[in-house]
């Protein structure tokens, strides 16, 4: 690192995922948890999933989710949805699982035909 450089959680924990290393980036964004990005929540939620924080994990990626409506960003939205109701559904949360499922559909309706609604099928 130059010492021009700014050394930030996202820009710090950016990095390790090509590592492996799901700790660093875990305890580089976890206490930046509020004010991360997009697309640092979403690692913030896949770094938890990895170093075994589940609870951590369905937590931050249903903040994602409503992040990504918020900015409509749509088909990431959808994706998320299904990924957490799948989830909710394994761990035998059915009935939450189902409304996450639920929020999947109203999504992926707005959206063109695509791989979405095929998982949106195999869910159901």
């Known amino acids: 690192m130059t010492s021009d450089a700014v050394s930030t959680p996202a820009a710090t924990a ?28 979403g690692l913030l939620a896949e770094a938890a999933w990895w170093i075994g924080n589940e609870p951590e994990s369905t937590e931050v990626a249903e903040d994602l989710y409503h992040r990504l409506v918020a900015e409509g960003r749509t088909e990431l939205a959808a994706d998320c949805a299904l990924r ?6 394994v761990r035998g949360d059915v009935p939450v ?7 999947a559909r109203r999504v992926i309706a707005d959206l063109p035909r695509g791989v979405l609604h095929g998982y949106l099928l195999y869910l159901d």
């Not at 990095?15 to 305890?27: E, F, I, K, N």
């Not at 957490?84 to 559904?89: E, K, Q």
């Open 14 to 41: 950016g990095t390790a995922p090509g590592l492996q290393d799901w700790g660093t980036v875990h305890s580089d964004l976890v206490g930046a948890r509020d004010g991360l990005s997009t697309s640092d929540l």
């Open 97 to 103: 699982g189902t409304a996450w499922l639920s929020r």
């Open 84 to 89: 957490l109701a799948l989830l909710w559904v």
